[in-house]
């Protein structure tokens, strides 16, 4: 069962009220909804966004009470102006990954799941991971490896892949899980790191947080809330650099002046969580 991260420290960030009106724009596997709810009461109001419609189907029936929109959280302005929802009191983005989707999918996020297909999408369109590897330049692939996934060796695993596929395409998680065996040895699984470019590339993940960031902080009231949990530095860069510059045009009060990070009795019970930050700051 996937278990929501930092869940005691984003309910009490949020600084919730009965009565508040909340959106969570990564709904996963709803276990942050879940409490939300409970929290805000039956006089207060959630929306809940995710890409991944079965997560939105499966929320249908446990968390009756939400308004559930299958949507990328790009379009938040759009879907609450649709939605008729209106400012809110809080606004939470849980930037990781259920454990349902990398391992229940059937979609490739998963290198314990080598058979699968090389998908890696959240939404059913736009480009696979096997684009990618199959069309892309060497420099290309090699340029997606280093940034997304900041492998140091990103010059040997593209030109692998690129003498590769002359010979046979990628279709499956195996395919690629034959070359980085090969380049990457270490402590971490030797896919890691070139899983994480490819999904953030066929995702545009940062792209993608870059652009909502800033609606967040216009859809908030006064003294409403938005925490963001990223789960590597390429994020939390992000979400660190817009919260400052909002800071210094005295549109946001940073709550959180260092990412707040699990504690031990969590560290215990969820090893998952070892890797996730949480910022949090407050509309002026």
């Known amino acids: 069962m996937h278990i929501p991260v930092l869940l005691n420290e984003v309910i009490e960030g949020l600084n919730l009220k009965k009565g508040a009106r909340v959106v969570d ?64 009191d809080a606004i939470l983005m849980d930037l990781g990954w259920s454990t349902t989707q990398f391992e229940e999918s059937g979609r490739g996020f998963s290198f314990q799941k080598p058979n699968e297909p090389l998908n890696m999408r959240l939404g059913g369109s736009g480009i696979t991971a096997a684009d990618i590897l199959n069309t892309w330049t060497e420099a290309e692939i090699g340029q997606l490896i280093r940034m997304y996934g900041e492998d140091t060796r990103w010059k040997q695993i593209a030109k692998q892949i690129f003498e590769r596929r002359k010979k046979k395409k990628f279709e499956i998680v195996d395919d690629i899980l034959e070359i980085v ?84 009795a969590e560290l215990a019970n969820n090893p998952k969580s070892r890797s996730a930050k949480l910022r949090i700051a407050e509309k002026l």
């Open 181 to 264: 065996g090969r380049v990457n040895k270490g402590k971490i699984h030797p896919a890691t790191k070139v899983f994480q470019a490819l999904r953030i590339g066929v995702n545009e993940e940062l792209k993608v947080l870059k652009e909502v960031i800033p609606q967040a902080v216009e859809m908030l009231n006064p003294k409403g809330r938005l925490a963001i949990i990223s789960f590597h530095s390429l994020e939390d860069r992000i979400v660190k650099n817009f919260f400052q510059d909002f800071a210094i045009k005295k549109q946001l009060l940073n709550i959180s002046k260092k990412p707040i990070t699990a504690a031990v």
């Open 25 to 88: 724009c990564t709904l996963g596997d709803g276990g942050h909804s879940k409490t939300i709810l409970e929290k805000i009461g039956s006089s207060g109001k959630l929306l809940a966004i995710d890409t991944d419609k079965e997560n939105v189907k499966k929320a249908k029936v446990k968390l009756p009470e939400a308004i559930l929109v299958n949507d990328n959280f790009v379009n938040l302005k759009k879907i609450l102006e649709k939605n008729k929802f209106g400012k809110v």
